[in-house]
């Protein structure tokens, strides 16, 4: 599965961003995805997860009630929805594939990977 995110870039802090993840694969719809990201000298962090069809999601703590992740299966495209954007938000996102229907927080369980793309909030 290859995957393609885009919809970084520079805004101020309390702003909105949407990432968005285009998969080549037919076979989307049936697994699992997911975001994570990467600050400067950190090490890559869980954001996000979703399930095969949407029904399940899961979120970092330091996410939870602002960014929200979804899926649009039959354009094989994941999202996600990033509000009141913070300075500790700054990093390049990654979305991810699991070859399993169900999520999950755990870097290793992703298979492959997109190749990033950069947020930074401005405070």
């Known amino acids: 599965v290859q995957l393609q995110a885009s919809g970084g870039g520079l805004v101020q802090a309390g702003g909105s961003l949407r990432l968005s993840c285009a998969a080549s694969?037919?076979?989307?719809?049936?697994?699992?995805m997911g975001w994570f990201r990467q600050a400067p000298g950190q090490e890559r962090e869980f954001v996000a997860a979703?399930?095969?069809?949407?029904?399940?999601?899961f979120y970092a703590d330091s996410v939870k009630g602002r960014f929200t992740i979804s899926r649009v299966n039959v354009k094989n495209t994941l999202y996600l929805q990033m509000n009141s954007l913070k300075a500790e938000d700054t990093a390049v996102y990654y979305c991810a594939s699991r070859f399993q229907a169900a999520a999950s927080t755990r870097p290793a369980d992703f298979g492959s990977w997109g190749q990033g793309t950069q947020v930074t909030v401005s405070s």
């Open positions: 979703i399930n095969w069809n949407g029904g399940s999601t």
């Open positions: 694969a037919r076979t989307f719809s049936s697994y699992a």
